[in-house]
């Protein structure tokens, strides 16, 4: 069992991950970060560079959790691949960051935090940046 967690370089990605990494202590869970992008990841903002990855890192590091980073780029949306890998591991909890949208916002865009909430095997932890 693990705890996967969906990371975006963004506030919310960041109370994402700061959410997971006490989850996953409090419950002496592996934690698995994902990071996915399209395969736009040359202008993918949520996509991390290098240097946010490794602040990740060694975020994860000093937390003293057991941990896995994976970015995957594939054609898939960053649900359907947190999704996957979520069931793949048979996860114990998915941790997602959600922002603030305009009900147009929402209506136009979609919702990657929506399609984990709806159809995740799981439970989610959806949390907001401060």
């Known amino acids: 069992m693990a705890i996967v967690v969906g990371y975006v370089p963004t506030p919310e990605g960041v109370a994402a991950l700061e959410s ?16 996915s992008s399209r395969g ?22 000093s937390s003293g959790v057991d941990h896995e980073l994976t970015q995957l780029v594939e054609s898939k949306d960053a649900a359907d691949q947190i999704l996957a890998l979520a069931h793949d591991l048979n996860a114990e909890l998915i941790v997602i960051g959600l922002r603030r949208r305009s009900p147009v916002g ?7 935090a929506q399609t984990i909430l709806l159809e995740a095997e799981c439970p989610v932890l959806a949390v907001k940046s401060t």
Not at 20 to 35: F, P, T, Y
Not at 40 to 61: K, M, N, P
């Open 106 to 112: 929402k209506l136009i865009l979609g919702s990657q």
């Open 40 to 61: 736009e990841s040359l202008v993918d903002s949520r996509f991390a560079t290098g240097t946010q990855w490794h602040s990740v890192e060694d975020r994860l590091a």
């Open 20 to 35: 997971a990494i006490g989850e996953a202590q409090r419950r002496g869970q592996r934690l698995v970060v994902v990071n």
